[in-house]
């Protein structure tokens, strides 16, 4: 793309090209030919042997009552459920006698009847084929016709003017050789009874017998009769000749429709009328549809004209099947979207600006392509201008003064003029706006006219005097996409770096800073209520009222986070364009997120299934969209002007019959019954399921459950089939159910009774007796372990009491021995020293060593009176555990940092010499552990009596532990000392909470007499 300011100088120094050339020439201007009526309506799919069909000639068309499409060709019969095929032939289905297929028909009591080219007449009923030939009574094993009267007879046609009928269970034959020379065909009159119909005679078949009716009467026209007559509703008959197509009231006829009258052929070969009583024609190599007034060719669809349609079919969808003698299968299908394009070679049909024109016509830029208008005909008149700098028209809009404004991407401004017939009479570039790329043009309710450039910001020519805004004035960008004026006269300008509100000439800006969703702004608009609509390049919609914002994107339903459009049709919805279709949302809901009622609104998107020819629309640039008078809905789209009526966008209430297919176990697919038994060695169940439909069959949704298995409905989406692997014995119901395309479910569904076998090892029974004999077994072996378990408890606990009691009186005869033998000595060896070194002559070093082994000799005997106080206190046999306590809470403060608490209530006697010992040592254990781990500065030593207990704690306000299922040493000698004498040990600490030890030990009844 070209730099804007050279773009500008171009464009300003091309300014005189086009009028030169409007002064030595006209301006060229084309009219395209009358658009077809079929793309706008329509839209066609093809299936053919690639796609699953046994064989391409389709000549037989039939829908069951449980929605399948039954279809019959030369290679066999195929079902179809609108995404796969199951084909019956020879090879697969033993009562078939032959694979050309040539009708079909489902009976009043859902049995559907198969005629064939020589393998006489089948029956489908409940999965199972019967087969009738002449053997069984029929006339002839060739059968082209199948047809049912009122009363419930099956009448069988055959080549040979002879007929079969089907009554209980008995074949009774007719033959008409005699008084039917010619062709005859079977149909069925608007009362219900059979008539027998040629171009010289009508029979009907009443009160069993056929009686001779009054012939049509074609007075002298020489003709052939091509099919059989078909009935409307008005009571109209429809017979289609070799000399055209005939409309009869009784025997008489009303009206002949010839080539002149729209016929496109006389070679009609069939007739159907479809349930809004419009008439299918099909004829060699086209097909008409005739609406009562028009007749409507397709012709121009080369899957048509290149071949002959043999059936037609109209489902209960509304869908027109057709089958063809060498192309396969075709659906035509109503589409919700018109779309209008140029079907020249080289047309473009990338669209831009869409606008009114005075005339109620349609005008719309073409990107590179000038601008085309759709007159009242639906005609679409191509206008283009090669000589302009730039046919890129990405604005287009007609002012009150009947002035077309044309915005061109790189060209510059454009104005022009159209006569009464819609032909260019003036064409010039707007000197004024001096701007390369014109991408928005907005006239006020004042009639002066707005202009957002790509560069240039904001331009307002008024009374031929023009103001320019841009960034320098306030505009938030110079990239101007839409304007919108407000009901209270604000303009609203929305930019690719925000929005700005222009009122009494000053700018207000607001970003994503305030609160809005994006700043890439895409489309405007002001609803009826003065909300303001805001779409964003890539999130969401954005709604502005009072000040505040709210956002809605996919998080809250919406379909898209692309908002290119935003138009409001007159039933409460706002249709939105992107890159990926046009989707609708209801107003209420939007309002409803807003005001805090609900969270997600509901958003229907529409594609190529509805007709667009391309999803992405095109938007940045104003007037962008259109809601014309009729209401009729107008986007631009890169493939053409798509138009939708919102009145005709109707629920899909069809309820679509759900079928379970086939069950596969182990990759075998067993025998199909509602009740099903599955032995104990299986594993793996696949059960298939289905639920035709062929108004976009691939967005059909399933749920299933299995009850007594899935605790929940299984929400499958798309998915076809359901997989179980390893399930217990027992008897479960599975059940499916399928909504269609537009949500609306089958609550019903289909079912099927599972039964899984259990292995004997897995019967009530069974599993009763092992449950006894195990448990029975268990429990010897369980209460055998018990004891002994029991047992080698009280011999450790013996033991270690006894290992306790030993180590204390070791401890106890090592601190004697140490205080009284050793320490006694080193005493005497001390004063020894001391006396030598008082009375001793010798000399200076001799008085040295005495120094030494003094000071020696009482360092020693400070170390075995601590060793000794630390292998048995004398504070506990003289004074008591209390004592000893308090004395070791003394040394702990003389030689750490802690300052220790000490709060005791007065108990004296109140256990042995033994158990002080053990009460001694967790608390001296507790401290050495404070000491090591904690870094406490503080620690709380308590002694109360509880309720027949002593209770001591120890508390720090360390950094405590996390508590783990493992020991270290300390903590179990604690908890066995504790257990040596009947005491409960508890220990509560966190990381960061210090630690608090808690002993109970129960006390003697004299401790609390007091």
């Known amino acids: 793309m070209l730099n804007s300011k050279i773009m500008k100088w171009i464009a300003r120094s091309f300014f005189c090209v086009p009028l030169i050339i409007l002064f030595f020439g006209r301006i060229f201007s084309e009219q395209g030919s009358a658009l077809s009526r079929y793309p706008s309506q329509y839209k066609i799919t093809t299936w053919g042997i690639d796609e699953g069909l046994p064989q391409n000639s389709v000549v037989a068309i039939m829908q069951t009552r449980d929605g399948f499409l039954w279809l019959g060709t030369y290679g066999g019969l195929a079902r179809f459920d609108g995404v796969k095929f199951k084909v019956y032939n020879r090879s697969n289905t033993p009562a078939m006698l032959s694979d050309r297929v040539l009708c079909l028909l489902e009976d009043k009591k859902g049995t559907l009847w198969i005629g064939t080219e020589d393998g006489g007449v089948m029956t489908f009923r409940e999965g199972m084929f019967s087969v009738f030939t002449t053997k069984d009574g029929i006339a002839n094993n060739s059968v082209p016709d199948l047809v049912q009267d009122s009363s419930g007879s099956i009448w069988l046609s055959h080549d040979n003017n002879t007929i079969t009928r089907y009554n209980n269970g008995m074949f009774t034959i007719y033959s008409f050789q005699d008084s039917v020379p010619t062709k005859y065909y079977l149909s069925i009159s608007p009362e219900g009874y059979l008539l027998y119909v040629s171009l010289d005679n009508i029979l009907s078949y009443k009160k069993n017998t056929f009686h001779s009716e009054q012939p049509l009467v074609f007075q002298d026209y020489k003709l052939a009769l091509n099919c059989s007559p078909v009935w409307d509703k008005q009571g109209y008959c429809w017979v289609a000749t070799t000399e055209g197509l005939f409309k009869f009231q009784g025997n008489a006829v009303v009206k002949r429709y010839k080539l002149e009258d729209g016929l496109t052929s006389y070679s009609i070969r069939m007739t159907l009328l479809d349930s809004e009583d419009n008439l299918w024609i099909a004829t060699d190599g086209d097909l008409l549809r005739f609406d009562g007034e028009f007749f409507t060719s397709f012709s121009s669809q080369d899957i048509i004209s290149r071949n002959r349609i043999v059936s037609m079919f109209q489902d209960k969808e509304e869908n027109l099947w057709l089958g063809t003698h060498t192309e396969g299968l075709i659906c035509i299908q109503k589409t919700l979207f018109s779309v209008f394009t140029v ?45 302009m700098f730039n046919e890129c028209v990405w604005s287009a809009l007609e002012d009150s003064k009947r002035t077309l404004w044309l915005g061109t991407w790189g060209g ?237 966008v109707r629920l899909n209430t069809t309820v679509l019959p759900v079928t379970i297919e086939k069950i596969t176990v182990d990759q075998k697919e067993i025998p199909f019954s509602p009740a099903l038994s599955v032995g104990p060695e299986q594993h793996i169940i696949v059960i298939t399921y289905t639920a035709p439909s062929f108004i976009e069959p691939k967005n059909v949704r399933f749920r299933y459950m299995l009850s007594g298995y899935d605790k929940t409905w299984i929400d499958a989406e798309t998915r076809r089939e359901a997989y179980y692997t390893g399930l217990p014995g027992g008897e479960y119901t599975f059940t499916v159910l399928a909504a269609n395309n537009d949500g609306v479910w089958n609550t019903v569904g289909a079912s099927l009774v599972l039964t899984i076998i259990p292995p004997i090892w897995k019967t009530w029974w069974f599993m009763t007796l092992s449950v006894l004999l195990i448990s029975g077994t268990a429990f010897g072996l369980a209460h055998s372990r018990y004891i002994h378990l029991r047992r080698a408890k009280q011999e450790r606990e013996t033991f270690s009491h006894h290992l306790m009691e030993q180590t204390e009186a070791e401890r106890k005869r090592i601190a004697s021995e140490l205080h009284d033998s050793i320490g006694q000595q080193l005493l005497i060896i001390m004063n020894m020293s001391e006396l030598g070194m008082r009375k001793s002559k010798v000399l200076e070093d001799a008085q040295k060593r005495f120094d030494d082994i003094s000071s020696l000799s009482e360092v020693t005997v400070k170390q075995i009176r601590e060793i000794s106080h630390n292998l048995r206190p004398t504070e506990i046999d003289r004074f008591g555990v209390w004592q000893a306590i308090k004395t070791l809470a003394a040394r702990v403060e003389e030689t750490s940092s802690l300052r220790i608490c000490l709060s005791f209530e007065q108990i004296d006697a109140t256990f042995s010499k033994e158990a002080e010992m053990h009460i001694f040592r967790i608390v001296q254990e507790s401290l050495n552990n404070v000491i090591k781990h904690s870094k406490a500065t503080e620690v709380t030593i308590t002694i109360f009596k509880k309720e027949r207990s002593i209770h001591l704690t120890v508390t720090d306000n360390g950094k405590g532990f996390m508590e783990t299922s493992e020991q270290g040493l300390g903590l179990s000698s604690m908890h066995a000392r504790a257990r040596a004498i009947h005491a409960q040990l508890f220990i509560e600490t966190s990381p960061g909470k210090g630690t608090q030890l808690h002993l109970i030990v129960p006390a003697a009844a004299k401790a609390f007499s007091s």
């Open 343 to 387: 079907r020249e070679a080289g047309a473009i049909n990338n669209i831009t600006s869409i606008s009114k024109l005075h005339d109620g016509s349609i005008v719309y830029g073409v990107n590179c392509g000038g601008f085309n208008i759709i007159n009242s005909s639906n005609t679409i008149e191509q206008h283009r201008f090669p000589y």
């Open 412 to 648: 510059g401004l454009y104005t022009c003029n159209l006569n009464e017939i819609g032909e260019p009479i003036r064409l010039a570039q707007e000197p004024r706006i001096h701007a390369a790329a014109v991408l928005s043009v907005v006239e006020d309710r004042n009639k002066t006219l707005w202009f957002g450039t790509h560069d240039d910001g904001l331009f307002h020519l008024s009374n031929d005097s023009v103001t320019h805004y841009s960034t320098a004035n306030g505009l938030a960008s110079n990239d101007v996409r839409a304007i919108v004026e407000r009901r209270n006269g604000e303009f609203w300008i929305g930019t690719s770096n925000g929005l700005n509100k222009f009122s009494e000439g000053k700018f207000t800006a607001y970003t994503m800073n305030n609160g809005l969703s994006a700043n890439s702004i895409r489309a405007l608009y002001e609803d009826t209520s003065g909300v303001l609509w805001i779409g964003t390049y890539g999130r969401g919609l954005a709604r502005f009222e009072r000040g505040k914002f709210i956002s809605f994107t996919t998080n809250e339903g919406m379909f898209d986070n692309l908002v290119s459009h935003i138009l409001e049709d007159d039933y409460g919805f706002f249709w939105m364009g992107c890159n990926r279709g046009i989707f609708r949302v209801a107003k209420q809901e939007l309002n409803d997120v807003a005001a805090g009622k609900r969270t997600t609104v509901s958003s229907i998107s529409f594609g190529k299934d509805h007709g667009l020819h391309n999803v992405e629309t095109n938007g940045g640039f104003q007037p962008n969209a259109l809601k014309s008078s009729d209401g009729r809905l107008w986007f631009p789209t890169v493939a053409g002007v798509a138009c939708i009526n919102p009145a005709d």
